[in-house]
């Protein structure tokens, strides 16, 4: 025989609405349903009863486990993940996060709330350099609530931290839009006249093979089988072969004479002048090659563009580019996401689905052209009708 369950209200005898009075765990839980109807009273009682009953088994469950400090848990992800392309960039979020929440933070105190008051922060802060100077792009906040997504997944699944107020990560992302810029052939025109060889040569190599910034910048001569005509690389922890075309073997071919006596590197810029980085203190002499480095690429770039009066156009723009070319003469999205590298057909349909192949565009004039014969012809018929009709009237 089922056992009945235990009223868990009583009648309230000042107001006459159904109360519950109860402790779970040496924790007292009191409250009233507004209404004197037992079974709404009941239905509310046995909520707050169930909930807290969960919460108490997981304080049980949780005695014993992990919690850990902010800093302590992401340097047992960097030291976990070792070397990896956006190291660099993680550690900056975690000196944000640090610097927003607190230095003594702990992975358990990260909730909704915590991670919200970062977004806003982040959205609020000025950007000091970038394209779009003043203003923090939507795409780097979500970079740094995906940081801290991965750090307290670490935690809870490898480390068995206790996380009992997890963030809901996906309301916090923002909408992104994907860029759309690219460089007109009458920029290109401007780019050539202006910048300097060097720089021209890397930024057309970025054109000619659509690699990303850090993969061509950091690109060096064990990578490259001029014989065998292929680019062997990794770029984003994946590995990638790219053929060699003509242009982009006759561009390496020149950066094998300017080569720097040993560095690995294949891309280099001379000196114009003798002058000192007042950030590190290297001294570049006049007239000496050195590497180029990913930062340094990037200043060039905008001081070229400054010269050359383009106006919010980056050097990834280059790597667009080419995916937008590609589209318009071939209409193939799995030619560009082999190019390009993307991991699947999607992500590069998300950046280029937008943009009209030239097949297509055939077919479109077709189709207006017909479209514009049939109206000429049906005004033809349409006059000859009315003139007939005059004809006719005249006669009678």
Same mark, same amino acid.
């Not at 009953?53 to 469950?61: G, I, L, Q």
């Not at 950091?218 to 790219?242: A, C, M, N, P």
């Given at each position: 025989?089922?056992?009945?369950?235990?009223?868990?209200?009583?009648?309230?005898?000042?107001?006459?609405?159904?109360?519950?009075?109860?402790?779970?765990?040496?924790?007292?839980?009191?409250?009233?349903?507004?209404?004197?109807?037992?079974?709404?009273?009941?239905?509310?009682?046995?909520?707050?009863?169930?909930?807290?009953?969960?919460?108490?088994?997981?304080?049980?469950?949780?005695?014993?486990?992990?919690?850990?400090?902010?800093?302590?848990?992401?340097?047992?992800?960097?030291?976990?993940?070792?070397?990896?392309?956006?190291?660099?960039?993680?550690?900056?979020?975690?000196?944000?996060?640090?610097?927003?929440?607190?230095?003594?933070?702990?992975?358990?105190?990260?909730?909704?709330?915590?991670?919200?008051?970062?977004?806003?922060?982040?959205?609020?802060?000025?950007? %000091?350099?970038?394209?779009?100077? @003043?203003?923090?792009?939507? #795409?780097? /906040?979500? !970079?740094?609530?995906?940081? $801290?997504?991965? &750090?307290?997944?670490?935690?809870?699944?490898?480390?068995?931290?206790?996380?009992?107020?997890?963030?809901?990560?996906?309301?916090?992302?923002?909408?992104?839009?994907?860029?759309?810029?690219?460089?007109?052939?009458?920029?290109?025109?401007?780019?050539?006249?202006?910048?300097?060889?060097?720089?021209?040569?890397?930024? %057309?190599?970025?054109?000619?093979? @659509?690699?990303?910034?850090? #993969?061509? /910048?950091? !690109?060096?001569?064990?990578? $490259?089988?001029? &014989?065998?005509?292929?680019?062997?690389?990794?770029?984003?922890?994946?590995?990638?072969?790219?053929?060699?075309?003509?242009?982009?073997?006759?561009?390496?071919?020149?950066?094998?004479?300017?080569?720097?006596?040993?560095?690995?590197?294949?891309?280099?810029?001379?000196?114009?002048?003798?002058?000192?980085?007042?950030?590190?203190?290297?001294?570049?002499?006049?007239?000496?090659?050195?590497?180029?480095?990913?930062?340094?690429?990037?200043?060039?770039?905008?001081?070229?563009?400054?010269?050359?009066?383009?106006?919010?156009?980056?050097?990834?723009?280059?790597?667009?580019?080419?995916?937008?070319?590609?589209?318009?003469?071939?209409?193939?999205?799995?030619?560009?996401?082999?190019?390009?590298?993307?991991?699947?057909?999607?992500?590069?349909?998300?950046?280029?689905?937008?943009?009209?192949?030239?097949?297509?565009?055939?077919?479109?004039?077709?189709?207006?052209?017909?479209?514009?014969?049939?109206?000429?012809?049906?005004?033809?018929?349409?006059?000859?009708?009315?003139?007939?009709?005059?004809?006719?009237?005249?006669?009678?």
């Amino acid at each position: 025989m089922a056992h009945k369950k235990r009223d868990l209200t009583t009648v309230c005898k000042k107001t006459g609405n159904r109360i519950w009075d109860f402790q779970i765990d040496r924790k007292r839980f009191t409250g009233s349903s507004g209404t004197p109807d037992k079974k709404i009273g009941e239905r509310m009682a046995r909520a707050v009863w169930q909930e807290a009953r969960d919460e108490a088994a997981e304080r049980r469950k949780a005695v014993g486990r992990l919690d850990m400090k902010w800093r302590e848990a992401c340097e047992s992800y960097f030291n976990w993940k070792k070397d990896y392309v956006t190291l660099e960039r993680d550690r900056q979020h975690m000196e944000w996060v640090a610097s927003v929440l607190g230095e003594n933070l702990y992975v358990s105190q990260i909730d909704y709330k915590a991670l919200e008051s970062l977004v806003i922060n982040m959205r609020n802060r000025q950007c %000091l350099n970038g394209q779009n100077r @003043g203003k923090i792009s939507n #795409a780097t /906040v979500n !970079l740094m609530t995906k940081f $801290v997504r991965k &750090i307290l997944k670490r935690c809870r699944i490898d480390l068995k931290c206790y996380l009992p107020n997890e963030p809901q990560y996906g309301k916090l992302m923002l909408k992104v839009e994907p860029r759309r810029r690219e460089m007109m052939i009458e920029e290109e025109i401007k780019l050539r006249r202006t910048a300097k060889p060097d720089l021209l040569d890397l930024s %057309l190599f970025i054109l000619y093979t @659509g690699l990303r910034k850090k #993969a061509a /910048v950091e !690109l060096t001569w064990d990578q $490259v089988s001029l &014989i065998e005509g292929v680019i062997k690389f990794t770029s984003k922890e994946k590995y990638q072969e790219i053929d060699i075309i003509p242009e982009v073997d006759e561009l390496l071919r020149r950066a094998l004479k300017n080569k720097v006596e040993g560095s690995p590197l294949v891309w280099t810029w001379l000196a114009d002048r003798s002058w000192t980085e007042p950030r590190t203190g290297k001294v570049f002499v006049e007239g000496q090659r050195y590497p180029f480095s990913p930062m340094g690429t990037i200043h060039a770039w905008r001081r070229t563009c400054d010269r050359a009066d383009l106006h919010n156009l980056t050097i990834h723009d280059l790597r667009k580019t080419l995916g937008a070319r590609m589209i318009r003469e071939t209409g193939s999205l799995r030619d560009v996401q082999l190019q390009l590298g993307h991991s699947n057909v999607g992500v590069t349909s998300q950046h280029y689905a937008h943009i009209t192949p030239k097949d297509t565009a055939k077919r479109v004039s077709q189709t207006v052209s017909k479209s514009l014969r049939l109206i000429e012809q049906a005004m033809r018929e349409e006059a000859a009708r009315e003139k007939q009709g005059q004809d006719d009237l005249v006669d009678a």
